[in-house]
C-alpha cells in the first residue's frame, strides 16, 4: 500500500513539474536504472560462501581518479545526479539535472535531510577496497563500468559524515551506525564484490557472516 502511495505520489509530482516546465524551468523524473533490491539471507550467505578468500593486494598504483567517476548519463545529468533522484522523495530538478527539491533518508544513520549537499554518493565497496581485492587487474575502462554502476547496490546516498567515517573500510572495520540497516548492508556488500569478482579477507567475511546474523 505504502509503495503504491509513494509512487502515484511521484506521478503526480513529475506530472505536475511537465506541466510547469515553461514556467519554473523543472524537468520531469527521470531515475535512470532502479536500484537492486535487497537480495535474502540465504542468498547472500550462498554468495558469501562462494566469494575467494585472500590477502589484500599491494595499493601501488592506487588513484582515485583511476576509476574514472561521475560519468555523463545523457540529459545533463551524470551518475552522482541519478542517485540523489532516485533515492529520494518528491525529487524536482531544473530541465540541465540541477537539484532543486526533494527529502532522502540516510540508511547508515537514520538522518533525514532535504539539503542535497548534504549528501554524498558512497561506493558500497570503497574504490580503494575493491583496488586491494581484484580491480588492481583491471583496465582504467572497467574500473569506471564498476565506479559508475547503477544497476547493482554500489551507489547510494549517506550523509557526508556517515561516508567520510567510513573511508575506505570493510566491515571488519566499519559498520553502519544503524544497527538495523546491518544486515542490507552486508546483504549489499556481497552482492557487488561476487558480482564484481572481487576477494574478501578472512576478518571481513566473518564480520559479514557476523552482520547476516542480524537479519
Given at each position: 500500500?505504502?509503495?503504491?502511495?509513494?509512487?502515484?505520489?511521484?506521478?503526480?509530482?513529475?506530472?505536475?513539474?511537465?506541466?510547469?516546465?515553461?514556467?519554473?524551468?523543472?524537468?520531469?523524473?527521470?531515475?535512470?536504472?532502479?536500484?537492486?533490491?535487497?537480495?535474502?539471507?540465504?542468498?547472500?550467505?550462498?554468495?558469501?560462501?562462494?566469494?575467494?578468500?585472500?590477502?589484500?593486494?599491494?595499493?601501488?598504483?592506487?588513484?582515485?581518479?583511476?576509476?574514472?567517476?561521475?560519468?555523463?548519463?545523457g540529459e545533463g545529468c551524470?551518475?552522482?545526479?541519478?542517485?540523489?533522484?532516485?533515492?529520494?522523495?518528491?525529487?524536482?530538478?531544473?530541465?540541465?539535472?540541477?537539484?532543486?527539491?526533494?527529502?532522502?533518508?540516510?540508511?547508515?544513520?537514520?538522518?533525514?535531510?532535504?539539503?542535497?549537499?548534504?549528501?554524498?554518493?558512497?561506493?558500497?565497496?570503497?574504490?580503494?577496497?575493491?583496488?586491494?581485492?581484484?580491480?588492481?587487474?583491471?583496465?582504467?575502462a572497467k574500473r569506471a563500468?564498476?565506479?559508475?554502476?547503477?544497476?547493482?547496490?554500489?551507489?547510494?546516498?549517506?550523509?557526508?559524515?556517515?561516508?567520510?567515517?567510513?573511508?575506505?573500510?570493510?566491515?571488519?572495520?566499519?559498520?553502519?551506525?544503524?544497527?538495523?540497516?546491518?544486515?542490507?548492508?552486508?546483504?549489499?556488500?556481497?552482492?557487488?564484490?561476487?558480482?564484481?569478482?572481487?576477494?574478501?579477507?578472512?576478518?571481513?567475511?566473518?564480520?559479514?557472516?557476523?552482520?547476516?546474523?542480524?537479519?
Open positions: 500500500m505504502l509503495g503504491g502511495v509513494r509512487v502515484a505520489y511521484r506521478a503526480a509530482i513529475a506530472l505536475l513539474c511537465g506541466l510547469a516546465l515553461s514556467l519554473a524551468g523543472c524537468a520531469p523524473l527521470d531515475d535512470g536504472p532502479a536500484a537492486a533490491a535487497p537480495q535474502g539471507k540465504s542468498a547472500a550467505l550462498t554468495q558469501l560462501d562462494a566469494l575467494t578468500v585472500g590477502k589484500w593486494h599491494s595499493m601501488a598504483g592506487y588513484k582515485r581518479d583511476r576509476f574514472p567517476h561521475w560519468k555523463n548519463q551524470n551518475t552522482r545526479d541519478l542517485v540523489l533522484k532516485r533515492a529520494g522523495e518528491a525529487v524536482l530538478t531544473t530541465a540541465d539535472c540541477k537539484i532543486t527539491q526533494g527529502s532522502w533518508i540516510s540508511p547508515y544513520d537514520g538522518r533525514r535531510t532535504s539539503d542535497p549537499q548534504e549528501l554524498d554518493i558512497d561506493h558500497m565497496v570503497p574504490l580503494a577496497n575493491a583496488w586491494r581485492t581484484g580491480a588492481d587487474g583491471w583496465t582504467d563500468e564498476f565506479a559508475n554502476d547503477l544497476n547493482r547496490p554500489e551507489l547510494i546516498a549517506v550523509t557526508a559524515s556517515t561516508n567520510r567515517s567510513k573511508g575506505d573500510q570493510d566491515p571488519s572495520q566499519w559498520q553502519p551506525p544503524l544497527k538495523s540497516y546491518r544486515c542490507a548492508y552486508a546483504g549489499n556488500w556481497i552482492a557487488v564484490k561476487s558480482y564484481w569478482k572481487l576477494s574478501v579477507t578472512d576478518a571481513e567475511k566473518d564480520a559479514l557472516a557476523d552482520m547476516l546474523g542480524t537479519c
